[in-house]
C-alpha cells in the first residue's frame, strides 16, 4: 500500500507561480509511477502530468506543456510540480496519484491506471 498527500494549494493571481508537492509513504520501496490529475468543479478529472519511477521520464498535458514541471527527489518518495504563467482555466483541485504499469503514453493519462490517490489539494486562479 503507497499513501500520498498533497500540499501546496492555495489562491494565486493570472500570471502567478504555484509549487505542489506529494509525499508518498508506506511501500515506496517499489517502482511507482507518479502523476498528478486535477478536476474543476462540474468537469471530469483530466490528466496534468507524470514522472516514471526513475524520475527520467515524464509526460505533459498539452494544456499545461511549457507552464508546469513536474519532478520527483532523489529518494523517489516526494513529487512535485511547478506550475508557472497560471490561468483561470487551471482552477482544480489537484490530485496525486500513483502506480506501476506501461510508461507510454496511452496509458499514463488513464485515471483506471492509478491505484492510489491523495486527498487532493484546492489551486485556485484570480484577481
Known amino acids: 500500500q503507497v499513501q500520498l498527500i498533497e500540499s501546496g494549494g492555495g489562491l494565486v493571481q493570472p500570471g502567478g507561480s504555484l509549487r505542489l508537492s506529494c509525499a508518498a509513504s508506506g511501500r515506496t520501496d517499489t517502482d511507482y509511477h507518479m502523476g498528478w490529475f486535477r478536476q474543476a468543479p462540474g468537469k471530469e478529472r483530466e490528466f496534468v502530468a507524470v514522472v516514471d519511477s526513475t524520475g527520467g521520464r515524464t509526460y505533459y498535458a498539452d494544456s499545461v506543456k511549457g507552464r508546469f514541471t513536474i519532478s520527483r527527489t532523489y529518494a523517489r518518495n516526494t513529487m512535485n510540480l511547478e506550475m508557472s504563467s497560471l490561468k483561470s482555466e487551471d482552477t482544480a483541485v489537484y490530485y496525486c496519484?500513483?502506480?506501476?504499469?506501461?510508461?507510454?503514453?496511452?496509458?499514463?493519462?488513464?485515471?483506471?491506471?492509478?491505484?492510489?490517490w491523495g486527498q487532493g489539494t484546492q489551486v485556485t486562479v484570480e484577481e
Open positions: 496519484a500513483a502506480d506501476r504499469f506501461p510508461f507510454i503514453l496511452e496509458t499514463v493519462k488513464l485515471r483506471n491506471y492509478y491505484g492510489y
